[in-house]
């Protein structure tokens, strides 16, 4: 059973580790590399890369087409973490298609994930299969293919390089600078570290963004007292940005660090749309677990080595948030900060997201820099934002669990239409 918790995306990641002591040492070799300190320097590029994104929101209004916003996300949030962890980054950004066939090959092979659970093998084989012969097969897989290789030679560069300052400012330094074994510093692991990095911070960052984007422009929510909600939620945010001094070219993280309704928005978000959907798994090797029902007193005794599971969504949508958990209102967690216990869109404990720092940094800038911008439409001048053709069951909310959460097969996502 354990080797079922195994995240067979990347294989000799963190994430893949089920030894608790192996874990605790590959993650240390990692966790500077996440501070609040190295992130505060990620920040120019943050700016680079959400400037591009409002130049390219700017085309769309110019030219009257409706955008899928979330592809948006998911290149700012690549390129992002990609600079971030490498030094250089695949510019989706500045391409035409923002990197939409790399997109849709990841899709694919998160969608494989359930049959690499169930069958273990088969992903070593996926990874390793001769190029030509995934070219015939699966050519939809070549972008991801080739994105892999690059990780590899990425990493063979860095160790044979002649410059002893080749991984500085990059996620080798810290693992190869530790005092992991010899064993810790392959080519493969730390390529697999790699990709693991670049998954998380691409694809759940950009998808937990449309949840926002979609409840500040859409007509989605048809119920009066939602739209009130929304409408008050809106003008909150406005007046708290304003209040900041943020405006959509000069953006600086000091300016988002302290704005409660801010966090309250990103908090909501990643509630109704955690970057991972799939159940978290966990064992007590030694202790046996006791749970007491807390309305009816009973207690249940869970014996050492039991697997447990549990999806974040199935948690973020309990009755413990309200009446209204389906619904988008961040003013929940001003109003009730002990609602903060029962969060799990990172996880928890020693085996929580250690890119959750730079998620909720990246999400902060994304909603200052556009609705700092932008106003939702409702029939006046200016530049404003409105949902065009998306349904929130078909588009928004969770459909499928592929370890990330999925929409509505045919789905296009979040559309927008941008007027200047």
Request: glycine content about 6%; some cysteine.
């Given at each position: 059973m354990p080797t079922l918790t195994v995240n067979h995306t990347a294989p000799h990641s963190i994430v893949s580790t089920i030894d608790h002591d192996l874990h605790r040492k590959?993650?240390?070799?990692?966790?500077?590399?996440?501070?609040?300190?190295?992130?505060?320097?990620?920040?120019?590029?943050?700016?680079?890369?959400?400037?591009?994104?409002?130049?390219?929101?700017?085309?769309?209004?110019?030219?009257?087409?409706?955008?899928?916003?979330?592809?948006?996300?998911?290149?700012?949030?690549?390129?992002?973490?990609?600079?971030?962890?490498?030094?250089?980054?695949?510019?989706?950004?500045?391409?035409?298609?923002?990197?939409?066939?790399?997109?849709?090959?990841?899709?694919?092979?998160?969608?494989?994930?359930?049959?690499?659970?169930?069958?273990?093998?088969?992903?070593?084989?996926?990874?390793?299969?001769?190029?030509?012969?995934?070219?015939?097969?699966?050519?939809?897989?070549?972008?991801?293919?080739?994105?892999?290789?690059?990780?590899?030679?990425?990493?063979?560069?860095?160790?044979?390089?002649?410059?002893?300052?080749?991984?500085?400012?990059?996620?080798?330094?810290?693992?190869?600078?530790?005092?992991?074994?010899?064993?810790?510093?392959?080519?493969?692991?730390?390529?697999?570290?790699?990709?693991?990095?670049?998954?998380?911070?691409e694809g759940t960052t950009g998808m937990s963004s449309v949840h926002f984007t979609s409840s500040y422009t859409g007509k989605q929510e048809r119920n009066t007292m939602a739209l009130a909600i929304l409408t008050t939620s809106s003008s909150l945010t406005y007046s708290e940005l304003a209040s900041a001094g943020v405006e959509p070219t000069s953006v600086a993280v000091t300016q988002l660090d302290n704005l409660p309704f801010l966090s309250a928005i990103i908090q909501e978000a990643i509630r109704l749309h955690p970057g991972v959907m799939a159940r978290q798994v966990r064992i007590s090797p030694d202790t046996a677990i006791v749970y007491v029902d807390s309305q009816s007193g009973k207690q249940y005794l869970v014996p050492p080595g039991t697997v447990t599971s549990m999806s974040s969504l199935d948690t973020h949508l309990h009755p413990v948030f309200g009446d209204d958990s389906h619904q988008f209102r961040p003013q929940r967690w001003i109003d009730d900060p002990t609602l903060n216990r029962y969060f799990t869109g990172f996880s928890r404990g020693s085996r929580n997201c250690i890119g959750m720092t730079l998620a909720r940094r990246e999400m902060a800038m994304a909603i200052a820099v556009i609705f700092s911008r932008y106003d939702v439409y409702t029939g006046q001048k200016g530049p404003t934002l409105e949902v065009y053709e998306t349904d929130r069951t078909r588009d928004i909310d969770p459909n499928s669990d592929y370890i990330i959460p999925f929409p509505a097969k045919g789905s296009k996502g979040l559309q927008i239409r941008v007027r200047t």
């Open positions: 590959r993650r240390g070799a990692l966790n500077h590399f996440f501070s609040v300190g190295s992130i505060r320097r990620l920040e120019p590029i943050m700016k680079t890369c959400f400037s591009k994104l409002l130049q390219r929101l700017e085309q769309a209004g110019e030219e009257q087409t409706p955008v899928q916003i979330h592809t948006f996300f998911k290149a700012c949030a690549s390129d992002i973490i990609t600079m971030y962890a490498f030094g250089e980054c695949m510019d989706f950004m500045d391409q035409d298609d923002l990197g939409n066939k790399y997109f849709g090959a990841t899709d694919w092979f998160f969608r494989l994930t359930h049959v690499f659970a169930l069958a273990p093998g088969l992903v070593h084989h996926a990874q390793n299969v001769p190029k030509w012969l995934l070219r015939y097969l699966a050519p939809f897989l070549m972008p991801l293919r080739d994105r892999q290789e690059y990780w590899i030679e990425k990493v063979r560069r860095i160790r044979h390089s002649s410059n002893p300052e080749a991984a500085k400012g990059t996620i080798f330094e810290g693992i190869l600078n530790s005092s992991l074994p010899t064993s810790e510093k392959s080519d493969l692991r730390l390529a697999s570290e790699a990709q693991l990095i670049v998954f998380a911070g």
